[in-house]
């Protein structure tokens, strides 16, 4: 693969589908070969891509078209059974946040790779950006001091025009829960910054404006890290209108940094003894879009014995795993209907 592009085929053409089909299309070593969905691909969408489509895997399995890489963007509760398929069938696989919904569908999957010795490469494009970067070499080298206290607030907006009737969104089987669907990216940046979690005290917010969910839409949580720091994450999907911010604060010995934004990509408040922020940092960097190009960069590198992966699959596993465990700790509130007068909540 050394002097070849890498071909990339897409499962699912939904919103985060297109976005990896349109990086794709300009990364000078990729190639997308093939689209792949259950409904129709739109004609707009056939002629940006010009490349084959197929309303099946097995009708592309089938074709006996070349491809090295398979990347599933299908709903959550499917990305276990379908990278398990593609892997079966030969195929390196990329699969979007988060792995699965399970921890046994999330180590099914590593076990399935390693069964047919090919690369699972799992999307946690957060850890890409400037901030987040940054953040991870100040605590690896212990600019910080002892860390005290790590929050995490993420209130974001999901209405009626996100969870619409026969969607998959909102459906515990095929979405699992906003701490999947939405939030899984800083789950994963407070494991990628500061280990995994114990002592995990959560309390869920009923039903606010979500009528459509199998689910609660926010929460608060309580845990402890193994160093002895206090972790906190606060998330809400029922801001109205348009997301309001993700942001990550620590409180250290040595100073105190917060980033923030919509998406954790940018600097809000830097104060470190002894230490000054590199300049590049103050400017705003680039958003998501971007960090999605840096992680197929890296898919690329590895498959072509460049570099290593920046995200392990065992760390997809693991996010799983710390998600679940939210979950089964967590206080419930009643499941009523913010309609019913009777619920006062």
Request: aromatic share 10%; hydrophobic share 40%; charged share 20%.
């Given at each position: 693969?050394?002097?070849?592009?890498?071909?990339?085929?897409?499962?699912?053409?939904?919103?985060?589908?297109?976005?990896?089909?349109?990086?794709?299309?300009?990364?000078?070593?990729?190639?997308?070969?093939?689209?792949?969905?259950?409904?129709?691909?739109?004609?707009?969408?056939?002629?940006?891509?010009?490349?084959?489509?197929?309303?099946?895997?097995?009708?592309?399995?089938?074709?006996?078209?070349?491809?090295?890489?398979?990347?599933?963007?299908?709903?959550?509760?499917?990305?276990?059974?379908?990278?398990?398929?593609?892997?079966?069938?030969?195929?390196?696989?990329?699969?979007?946040?988060?792995?699965?919904i399970s921890s046994g569908d999330a180590e099914g999957i590593l076990a399935c790779a390693r069964r047919n010795q090919r690369n699972v490469f799992a999307v946690m494009q957060?850890?890409?950006?400037?901030?987040?970067?940054?953040?991870?070499?100040?605590?690896?080298?212990?600019?910080?001091?002892?860390?005290?206290?790590?929050?995490?607030?993420?209130?974001?907006?999901?209405?009626?025009?996100?969870?619409?009737?026969?969607?998959?969104?909102?459906?515990?089987?095929?979405?699992?829960?906003?701490?999947?669907?939405?939030?899984?990216?800083?789950?994963?940046?407070?494991?990628?910054?500061?280990?995994?979690?114990?002592?995990?005290?959560?309390?869920?917010?009923?039903?606010?404006?979500?009528?459509?969910?199998?689910?609660?839409?926010?929460?608060?949580?309580?845990?402890?890290?193994?160093?002895?720091?206090?972790?906190?994450?606060?998330?809400?999907?029922?801001?109205?209108?348009?997301?309001?911010?993700?942001?990550?604060?620590?409180?250290?010995?040595?100073?105190?940094?917060?980033?923030?934004?919509?998406?954790?990509?940018?600097?809000?408040?830097?104060?470190?003894?002894?230490?000054?922020?590199?300049?590049?940092?103050?400017?705003?960097?680039?958003?998501?879009?971007?960090?999605?190009?840096?992680?197929?960069?890296?898919?690329?590198?590895?498959?072509?014995?460049?570099?290593?992966?920046?995200?392990?699959?065992?760390?997809?596993?693991?996010?799983?795993?710390?998600?679940?465990?939210?979950?089964?700790?967590?206080?419930?509130?009643?499941?009523?209907?913010?309609?019913?007068?009777?619920?006062?909540?």
């Amino acid at each position: 693969m050394k002097g070849e592009k890498i071909r990339f085929a897409i499962v699912g053409l939904g919103h985060i589908g297109k976005r990896h089909a349109g990086i794709l299309s300009v990364i000078p070593e990729a190639e997308l070969v093939a689209l792949i969905d259950v409904l129709p691909i739109p004609e707009a969408d056939q002629a940006r891509y010009q490349v084959p489509c197929f309303s099946s895997l097995d009708s592309f399995f089938q074709s006996g078209l070349e491809a090295d890489v398979i990347s599933v963007t299908v709903p959550n509760g499917l990305h276990a059974e379908i990278a398990c398929r593609c892997l079966d069938a030969g195929f390196h696989v990329v699969v979007e946040k988060p792995l699965a919904i399970s921890s046994g569908d999330a180590e099914g999957i590593l076990a399935c790779a390693r069964r047919n010795q090919r690369n699972v490469f799992a999307v946690m494009q957060n850890r890409y950006s400037s901030p987040s970067r940054w953040l991870k070499q100040l605590i690896d080298e212990e600019k910080l001091g002892q860390i005290y206290t790590v929050q995490v607030n993420c209130y974001w907006n999901r209405d009626e025009r996100y969870y619409t009737p026969g969607s998959w969104h909102g459906s515990m089987e095929l979405d699992g829960g906003v701490l999947f669907t939405q939030f899984s990216h800083f789950i994963d940046m407070l494991y990628w910054l500061m280990g995994d979690i114990h002592n995990i005290d959560a309390r869920f917010v009923a039903h606010r404006n979500h009528h459509l969910t199998d689910f609660e839409d926010g929460g608060f949580v309580r845990f402890d890290f193994g160093n002895g720091a206090i972790g906190l994450f606060n998330f809400s999907t029922a801001v109205w209108g348009r997301n309001m911010e993700s942001s990550l604060t620590i409180i250290a010995e040595d100073g105190s940094v917060k980033i923030g934004g919509q998406y954790m990509e940018s600097v809000e408040f830097c104060h470190i003894r002894n230490y000054l922020m590199p300049e590049e940092l103050r400017s705003h960097p680039a958003g998501t879009s971007d960090n999605h190009r840096h992680f197929f960069e890296n898919v690329i590198d590895v498959l072509k014995g460049r570099s290593i992966a920046t995200v392990l699959p065992e760390d997809g596993v693991r996010v799983v795993n710390i998600i679940e465990r939210i979950y089964a700790s967590a206080v419930r509130p009643s499941r009523r209907s913010a309609s019913d007068p009777s619920n006062t909540q």
